[in-house]
């Protein structure tokens, strides 16, 4: 326990024996110094707490971010896990717990692309790479007619290149937790991702090995799609 728990756990004592508050109350108090509800103050002697550090957190309904340690403590069955955050310098996302369309191989739309107005597309690799805009690009595919076995919850959005690298580069991480969730590993396959190399194609990655490939007809060519959303790590 952090000297920062300890303070909290202090706190708890004293408020707590005054007035009653639930296990799940206490615990978010302690880790996070947050509490959702209940007498505990809303945040620890009205500090503001300190950005996440790096790494993978299991993240539940009410928003809150637990650090991935392989014993974490999951109480509240009204408060479920929603997806694995992944932190990582100023980046971070939020991994679904399962692949779109039942892990079943898609294509990204159900139509050719004749917005030739579009001026998101990129062609080239070194640009491919440093694309962090999927939030944008999925409005994109919206508007193109994105495939409806692609269902996205509020706020979810198909990972960019550059996203989806850092899902492969910490996948090994990741998937340990969404083990530990019960959700289902990140596989080593193709998936898509909503990088537009141009109106016929977009990228995909092989989170075998890697290889970032443009020759994906969006119409056609059918790849995994895992949704992600944003992660506001600065907690």
């Excluded at 739309?109 to 805009?133: C, F, H, L, P, S």
Aim: charged letters at 25%.
């Amino acid at each position: 326990m952090t000297t920062e728990e300890k303070d909290r756990l202090e706190i708890v004592k004293e408020v707590c024996s005054l007035q009653d508050c639930t296990l799940q109350e206490i615990y978010n108090f302690v880790k996070t110094g947050k509490a959702v509800a209940g007498p505990l103050p809303a945040i620890a002697n009205n500090l503001k707490p300190a950005a996440l550090a790096d790494g993978v957190y299991i993240i539940t309904q009410d928003g809150n971010a637990d650090k991935f340690t392989g014993s974490n403590l999951i109480l509240d069955c009204d408060n479920p896990v929603i997806g694995i955050g992944i932190k990582q310098g100023d980046r971070g996302l939020i991994v679904a717990l399962r692949d779109a369309a039942n892990g079943e191989d898609v294509t990204l739309t159900t139509r050719e692309d004749t917005t030739n107005y579009y001026d998101g597309y990129i062609d080239k690799y070194i640009d491919a790479v440093a694309d962090w805009n999927g939030e944008a690009n999925t409005a994109h595919l919206k508007e193109i007619g994105l495939n409806p076995a692609i269902e996205l919850k509020e706020g979810e959005h198909i990972p960019s290149v550059a996203e989806m690298y850092l899902i492969y580069t910490n996948r090994k991480a990741i998937n340990a937790a969404l083990r530990f969730v019960g959700g289902e590993e990140i596989k080593g396959l193709w998936y898509l991702t909503s990088t537009e190399a141009s109106a016929a194609d977009a990228w995909r990655l092989a989170l075998s090995t890697g290889y970032l490939d443009t020759w994906n007809t969006k119409a056609s060519l059918k790849g995994r799609v895992r949704p992600v959303s944003a992660f506001n790590y600065n907690l």
